[in-house]
């Protein structure tokens, strides 16, 4: 079993539209999660940071569920420009290593005009 | 701020030839650098850490005398693909954790922006 599953994807949705992206983790040891966005050929950006409170940034909303071991990451009123793949990244501290991140396989996203 | 550079940007070899990929952090200073490759429709997978004046931690499965690493100062790590061969052929990307957030639960890393690296 993979560390962080997400949707498998593509996501094609329409200008405007709503999407959600799911995520789980394995390990319990995971201590900070995020969600970065990969634009194709390039590194992955940090998004957004996801607190057990759940938290927003403009159109963008994360949760984390940590009973569950699962995070998502909604999309409101979607742009052309949210066009790329989500990555679920979770970071694990490691005894005498310090943290380390673990990403998600990804879900890619489509916005169509 | 938090600018993390990778050098080359692509290149392309011979099989059996060895490629040296730079990272560097331009304005922190990281004790603490990561080397993840992706492969096409694939997500990063972290090959090693690497500690500055220290051997680098390898991930299992990875080959740590086909990937050396060496990281001699706080701003720069190399990644050398030794010997590459046409599976090596990957997108190799380096990652930064700036020295005041070691050893803390926060790990925001920077990410350089990348080396293909294609072997014919």
């Known amino acids: 079993r993979k560390e962080v599953e997400q949707d498998p994807g593509p996501f094609n949705v329409p200008e405007g539209a709503t999407v959600a992206f799911n995520c789980t983790y394995s390990?319990?040891?995971?201590?900070?999660f995020f969600w970065y966005r990969q634009d194709c050929r390039k590194e992955p950006k940090l998004l957004m940071s996801?607190?057990?409170s759940g938290n927003e940034d403009g159109r963008f909303t994360a949760q984390l569920n940590r009973a569950s071991q699962y995070i998502s990451l909604l999309i409101r009123d979607s742009k052309l420009s949210d066009s790329a793949t989500y990555l679920c990244v979770v970071n694990v501290m490691i005894y005498n290593q310090g943290g380390k991140l673990i990403f998600g396989q990804g879900t890619e996203l489509s916005v169509k005009p | 701020g938090a600018v993390v550079s990778q050098h080359p940007s692509w290149v392309i070899c011979k099989s059996g030839t060895s490629v040296k990929i730079e990272c560097r952090s331009l304005d922190f200073q990281a004790t603490t650098m990561f080397w993840y490759r992706q492969f096409p429709k694939q997500s990063l997978m972290l090959m090693a850490t690497s500690n500055e004046g220290s051997k680098a931690t390898y991930e299992q499965g990875v080959e740590k005398d086909k990937f050396l690493i060496n990281h001699a100062s706080l701003t720069l790590s190399t990644l050398t693909v030794t010997s590459a061969h046409p599976e090596d052929s990957s997108f190799y990307i380096c990652?930064?954790?700036?020295?005041?957030?070691?050893?803390?639960?926060?790990?925001?890393?920077?990410f350089g922006p990348g080396t293909r690296l294609t072997v014919l």
């Open positions: 390990n319990s040891a995971s201590q900070s």
């Open positions: 990652s930064a954790r700036d020295y005041r957030t070691s050893g803390t639960s926060y790990n925001e890393q920077f």
């Open positions: 996801v607190y057990s």
